[in-house]
């Protein structure tokens, strides 16, 4: 049962997390769990209302920079214990090529998350025809394939950290807008709402495509930008079938997958303008039905039967922001997942609960701090749609 | 605002038990106590969706509008605008999100 009304604001706080998408959600669960229960979780909006609201996310491990591949793995390995009502379907992502240089990539990808334990290949157009009969093999010279992934609601899985977390103690404030963020001697002291004021030593911001705002609150500079994305769901069709994989065609990054006896499609807009409007804009469907028609020829006239549209959180290099301010003590945060949110969360919550604790994380977070990209450190993640 | 049941030609039996189960699932509480469900989740059930929405007309859930941006979209021009004008109607007049009745203990 997934908790009521939701609770108010105290006046003191040992942390303070902003944002109650899935990655705040997460961080509050681990805390709670690892003894920290003096949490409180606000939310301008509502829990899992914005980017984690949406109705299905995708679940992989396949990504081609080694963090990323352990995040995601040890995110899959915590939603199974977990155990969460959220509709996991482990139905592989099915990565779909069409170019040379992009096989190159894939194949130096797969090895790596093989060398990691994630159990990716390789496959010719007629193997991944197989998984998938309603691709046009014609447009594809290979494909890469990993059948631990797959897509699960992101609502049910934050709600039961949510409810997990506020059982332990922890608290959720919803409809309370961070307003401003003190920091005394360089450290945070307290957090300002509309809801009044939370006395705090720790700050985690976890506020998705609202974090650059929040840091610059802390005098943190959080290079996250948002940007619509926009997905369609179909009336109940034959392409899709209970083992349908999340296929992707990596050119186009056009995708679908399974929504109960209908599809979900999805695709990257790269006319879209960065915004916080995450209103659902239907004149898209044109341009997605040209991708899906160049993909899988049967989905160009698909009867769409509702549209659904959230902010992306994207950083520079498609990667997240996990850390602690370098100039700001107690300020950590963890965002900018750039469509990757409901994938690294479980992972995530754990790290963050660890550098609270001042516990060593199970893998080095560092390549993820947020100053990276004035270093020109960037991490090189190739596997972004 | 009218239900909007053409989602679906086909409706599969579901027992109530099931539906109820599904819309504890996809819903969420808010913080006046009523819960919600968005239309979206709904509609990624596929042909089940149909059966929700009647359960949930059934059990008195207030249907809500939505927001739909009319915004530029670059690149979309004309045909962008003459697909918008050609949307069915039952996706036009479709609600947002469904919220429960104050008494609802789903």
Redesign the interface.
């Known amino acids: 049962?997934?908790?009521?009304?939701?609770d108010t604001l105290p006046t003191t706080a040992q942390v303070v997390v902003i944002g109650g998408g899935i990655v705040g959600a997460a961080v509050a669960f681990h805390l709670a769990r690892a003894g920290i229960t003096d949490v409180v979780v606000v939310d301008r909006d509502?829990?899992?209302?914005a980017a984690s609201?949406k109705?299905?996310g995708g679940l992989r491990a396949q990504f081609s920079d080694r963090l990323n591949a352990l995040l995601a793995l040890r995110s899959l390995e915590l939603y199974a214990e977990l155990g969460a009502?959220m509709?996991h379907r482990r139905v592989g992502y099915l990565f779909l090529l069409r170019e040379a240089e992009h096989v190159a990539r894939f194949e130096a990808g797969v090895a790596l998350q093989n060398d990691v334990g994630i159990p990716s290949a390789m496959l010719d157009a007629a193997e991944a025809r197989a998984r998938c009969p309603a691709i046009d093999p014609e447009a594809f010279v290979a494909a890469a394939f990993c059948p631990i992934d797959g897509h699960a609601?992101p609502?049910?899985a934050a709600?039961a950290y949510a409810d997990d977390a506020r059982r332990r103690g922890a608290r959720f404030v919803?409809?309370c807008a961070v307003t401003g963020i003190d920091v005394r001697g360089g450290e945070v002291a307290a957090v300002r709402t509309t809801q009044g004021a939370v006395r705090t030593s720790t700050v985690v911001c976890a506020a998705g495509a609202w974090s650059r705002e929040i840091g610059a609150m802390a005098g943190v500079e959080l290079d996250v930008t948002p940007v619509r994305r926009q997905i369609a769901?179909t009336?109940?069709t034959p392409v899709?079938t209970p083992d349908l994989p999340f296929t992707i065609d990596f050119s186009s990054t056009f995708y679908f997958h399974g929504?109960?006896?209908?599809l979900?499609l999805g695709m990257s807009d790269p006319?879209?303008?960065p915004g916080l409007?995450a209103?659902?804009?239907?004149?898209?469907?044109?341009?997605l039905r040209e991708a899906a028609g160049r993909c899988a020829p049967r989905l160009a006239d698909v009867a769409?039967?509702?549209?659904?549209?959230g902010l992306y959180e994207n950083t520079p290099d498609a990667s997240a922001l996990i850390g602690e301010a370098r100039d700001v003590g107690r300020f950590l945060y963890a965002t900018g997942f750039s469509g990757h949110g409901f994938c690294q969360a479980p992972a995530t919550g754990e790290i963050v609960a660890d550098l609270v604790l001042g516990r060593e994380p199970f893998v080095d977070v560092a390549p993820l701090r947020a100053e990276r990209f004035a270093e020109r450190s960037p991490i090189a993640e190739a596997n972004i749609v | 605002m009218a239900y909007d049941r053409t989602?679906?030609e086909?409706i599969e039996p579901t027992r109530d038990d099931d539906i109820s189960a599904v819309v504890?699932?996809?819903?969420?509480?808010?913080?006046?106590?009523r819960r919600v469900i968005?239309?979206?989740?709904i509609?990624?059930?596929?042909?089940?969706?149909a059966a929700i929405l009647t359960w949930l007309e059934n059990a008195s859930w207030t249907p809500e509008e939505?927001?739909?941006?009319?915004?530029y979209?670059?690149?979309?021009g004309l045909?962008?605008?003459r697909?918008?004008s050609e949307?069915s109607d039952a996706?036009k007049q479709?609600p947002q999100r469904y919220v429960s009745p104050p008494t609802d203990a789903t």
């Open positions: 049962m997934r908790t009521g009304p939701a509502g829990l899992a209302e609201g109705p299905i009502d509709d609601r609502l049910g709600w919803t409809g769901l009336a109940r899709s929504a109960g006896d209908g979900l006319t879209e303008v409007d209103s659902y804009a239907p004149a898209w469907e044109a341009a769409i039967t509702e549209g659904w549209a | 989602v679906s086909e504890a699932r996809l819903s969420r509480p808010t913080r006046t106590g968005e239309r979206a989740a509609m990624a059930e596929g042909s089940r969706s939505r927001v739909t941006s009319t915004a979209r670059g690149g979309a045909h962008g605008a697909l918008e949307r996706r479709a």
